[in-house]
């Protein structure tokens, strides 16, 4: 399976070694899978960085930030990983130089001249908060064939939703679908995800949750999940097949599985614009609701 570390720090050369460092532990903390490190300083395609930075913290399987110098951008990209209920590794170089809000959380010290001490400490932090985060899979619920009277309908959308929009859109588009017959599939963090959720649930709607990977939900999805209000499903481990392609394999997944997909968009997010592309070219029933 491969997971994703997203790095947060300064676009500076002089954090390159310690970028590195990051990559060769995050390979070594977890040798059965594959682990891609990725650092913004070194994307240079077309397009709004600020798009690169919602999809790459909402896809990652885990953050590393590293708060030396209190960047705002760091800050601002730590406190946004930490509200999507990312598992998120700190370091920095001067502990005592952070601010009070983050002084509260565990954070690695390290020096820049003794990196490799600093690997030795990732790589015990990465395992261990790995293994507090990962959410056993259903893959039972994600393999259960649907009696042909059924039909699955796969629900996401933008990162950028303005709630009191999705209030009044989320049950004036998904209420005519309500019914016992209804399988629903929905993405596993984000506002929409969680507020889709927290509405199906309520109507007495049978609802699983598709990650990522096994570390891909927020804080609300898994207390959904641990309190077995929905299941969980990994798609870096469910067979699709190898002719949808899609921009992930969750996207792959709901392809295959859904016979209508709804997508709530801003209109503006590029993600979600590329997700509608990717269902229409596949000729997937899609319904778009505006937020």
């Not at 060769?24 to 798009?51: F, N, Q, Y």
């Not at 609300?220 to 190898?242: H, N």
Request: glycine share 6%.
């Amino acid at each position: 399976m491969q997971l994703t570390c997203f790095v947060i720090m300064p676009f500076r050369t002089d954090f390159d070694l310690v970028f590195n460092t990051v990559r060769e532990a995050a390979a070594e903390a977890v040798p059965e899978d594959e682990m891609v490190c990725s650092w913004l300083k070194d994307v240079h395609a077309a397009g709004r960085i600020t798009d690169d930075i919602h999809n790459s913290i909402r896809s990652a399987s885990i953050c590393v930030s590293e708060l030396t110098g209190n960047n705002p951008n760091v800050m601002w990209e730590t406190g946004y990983a930490m509200a999507l209920g990312k598992p998120t590794i700190l370091i920095a170089q001067d502990i005592g130089d952070l601010p009070f809000d983050l002084k509260v959380h565990r954070v690695v010290p390290y020096l820049p001249n003794e990196l490799q001490d600093l690997k030795r400490r990732l790589v015990k932090a990465i395992q261990e908060t790995m293994s507090a985060y990962a959410l056993k899979t259903n893959t039972a619920a994600a393999q259960v064939a649907v009696p042909v009277e059924r039909r699955t309908i796969a629900v996401t959308g933008t990162m950028s939703a303005v709630p009191a929009m999705l209030q009044r859109r989320v049950p004036a588009t998904l209420e005519p679908y309500l019914s016992d017959h209804t399988r629903w599939l929905t993405g596993s963090s984000g506002i929409v995800d969680e507020m889709v959720l927290e509405y199906l649930l309520a109507r007495g709607q049978k609802a699983a949750a598709v990650g990522y990977n096994r570390y891909d939900f927020s804080e609300t999805v898994r207390q959904m999940s641990a309190d077995g209000r929905i299941d969980f499903i990994d798609a870096s481990v469910e067979p699709v097949p190898k002719a949808l392609g899609g921009p992930s394999r969750r996207d792959s997944f709901f392809c295959a599985k859904a016979d209508l997909v709804v997508l709530f968009w801003d209109s503006a997010s590029r993600g979600t614009g590329e997700l509608k592309d990717y269902f229409l070219n596949n000729n997937i029933t899609l319904l778009v609701g505006f937020v």
